[in-house]
């Protein structure tokens, strides 16, 4: 090979050298924005994850209390149902009650009839009286007897009014309490509510930044792979013109043994004539054979 053409290719050489190593530090940048990425990306990723686990576990708790609510409702209702009718029967119950009042004295109870009838009783039976007179008490007796009856009544209607108006107080302290815990859970419903959809915008939020970091990790994985693809195509440059290279710089060796060769043969057949003559040899002329084999052995 010409030494022109050897001169240009050791310059070449020396240029791709330059240029691989810095495409080697332009893919080690590259590699590193890459991984960044994919590290942002998968971070984010999973942040959206426990997010989406938040949201679920606040819509299962909103779930709940909203059935909750539901059912108290339910219960709620149903109490206020059965008070409207126990109001209904107490009413009517209220009303018989004066009905049955009317006809009977103040404070007369069944008891003190009866005593009343006992005496007017036992006054018949032991005392000579006129006919009038036990015809009067007769007659007596006898409205004593539809009084007491009215008495009894409107104990046992007085009975089942107290009754009544304990079991409806009851319903309606229980039914107000249920109303306290549904507005008390109303709230918590509400709150976790505005959690679900706070939630649900930092979701939103989360995915598109992974999307955004999904796209520059592509974007730095293509400027990756171009950059190593430039950095293949110098290598195998570089290897194929070291090759030449080699070749080169042991054609010039071979060219230099050769001629370092011709020129110690042209020496020994100076020493040979010394020889001939039978002159004094040097050292130099010694130690010509010896480099002489060893340029020999070399090729």
């Known amino acids: ?54 949201l679920k576990e606040c819509r ?31 009413q009517g119950l209220n009303e018989q009650k004066a009905g049955v009042a009317k006809g009977i004295p103040p404070n007369a109870s069944p008891a003190r009839l009866k005593a009343m009838m006992e005496r007017i009783e036992t006054t018949i039976e032991t005392e000579v009286l006129a006919f009038e007179k036990e015809k009067q008490l007769m007659k007596k007796i006898k409205q004593l007897k539809a009084q007491y009856k009215d008495a009894e009544e409107l104990s046992g209607v007085s009975s089942e009014i107290r009754e009544k108006s304990r079991g409806l107080q009851e319903k309606r302290r229980e039914a107000n309490s249920i109303h306290r815990q549904i507005q008390g859970q109303a709230k918590e419903s509400q709150l976790l509510h505005e959690q679900v959809i706070t939630l649900s915008k930092a979701i939103d939020a989360a995915e598109a930044e992974e999307e955004a970091a999904l796209h520059a990790f592509v974007v730095k994985k293509q400027a990756f792979q171009e950059i190593g693809k430039k950095l293949r195509e110098k290598l195998l440059e570089l290897r194929e013109l070291g090759q030449v290279a080699d070749k080169a710089a042991e054609e010039r060796k071979h060219e230099r043994d050769s001629q370092e060769i011709a020129f110690l043969k042209s020496r020994e057949a100076t020493v040979e004539e010394k020889i001939k003559k039978r002159q004094k040899l040097t050292v130099d002329d010694i130690l010509l054979y010896q480099q002489l084999a060893e340029k020999e052995e070399k090729r």
């Open 1 to 54: 090979m010409p030494s022109g053409e050897v001169k240009g290719v050791f310059q070449r050489l020396h240029q791709l050298k330059a240029e691989v190593s810095l495409l080697q530090q332009k893919l080690g940048a590259a590699h590193a924005e890459k991984e960044s990425c994919f590290s942002k990306k998968r971070e984010l990723s999973s942040k959206a994850r426990e997010l989406i686990s938040q």
């Open 60 to 90: 299962k708790k909103r779930d709940a209390v909203n059935a909750a609510i539901q059912d108290e409702k339910r219960q709620r209702n149903s109490l206020h149902s059965d008070v409207k009718q126990d109001a209904t029967q107490l």
